[in-house]
């Protein structure tokens, strides 16, 4: 539908021009990553689901855009670096690894 949509507009194509617009695919496996996160320094990092798609934040940080490569593998844009979901034998999201600037971290989900 969003590509119809899209031809559409451009081609002017009267028929089908007053198509609503496309609605976004929300991925509810996303959701499941909704939330804080707090390293073993004590540090806490939230992550957080907007316009289908999810950010990391740091305190005092803006949010991170994260380009999925996998159900649980992102990657940070722009910046260079990967976060990867970790889950328990049951798939409950338990915390996340994040690898940046040769650093690896891991938190637990607290929240």
């Known amino acids: ?3 119809l949509h899209a031809i559409a507009q451009a081609y002017g194509w009267p028929e089908i021009e007053n198509l609503p617009p496309p609605t976004p695919c929300i991925d509810s496996s996303m959701m499941k990553y909704v939330g804080t996160y707090q390293f073993r320094s004590g540090m806490e990092c939230t992550i957080t689901h907007m316009n289908d798609r999810l950010y990391l934040q740091m305190l005092h ?3 991170v855009p994260l380009k999925a490569m996998s159900e649980t593998v992102y990657i940070l844009q722009p910046l260079e670096g990967e976060l990867i979901f970790l889950a328990n034998d049951e798939g409950t ?18 929240g």
Do not use: S
């Open 93 to 110: 999201v338990r915390g996340l690894r994040l690898w940046q600037d040769g650093a690896e971290l891991e938190a637990d989900k607290v």
């Open 61 to 63: 940080q803006p949010p």
């Open 1 to 3: 539908a969003e590509v």
